[in-house]
């Protein structure tokens, strides 16, 4: 693993230490924790885009040119 060095106003630290001790964890673990979400953050979002693309491709479903009036799309 490689080492990382921020700067950071060390109110905020301390009040981080406090907050990750109760929590049953370290400030390194937060800030690896957070760096690893951030980076994968846009996998789940593409892998569903892609899903959804390829399932509306196989579909057969078609309106067969009928367009719905407002009014009839919200009737219960």
């Known amino acids: 693993m490689s080492n990382l060095t921020i ?13 990750a001790l109760e929590d049953g964890t370290s ?13 994968n953050s846009g996998q789940p979002y593409q892998q569903a885009t ?17 367009r719905w009036a407002r009014d009839e799309l919200y009737e219960r």
């Open 50 to 66: 892609q899903t959804l693309l390829a399932i509306a491709k196989r579909s057969t479903a078609a309106s067969q040119g009928r």
């Open 7 to 19: 700067s950071i106003d060390e109110t905020i630290l301390k009040k981080a230490r406090m907050r």
């Open 27 to 39: 400030v390194n673990a937060l800030l690896r924790d957070y760096l690893e979400r951030y980076v």
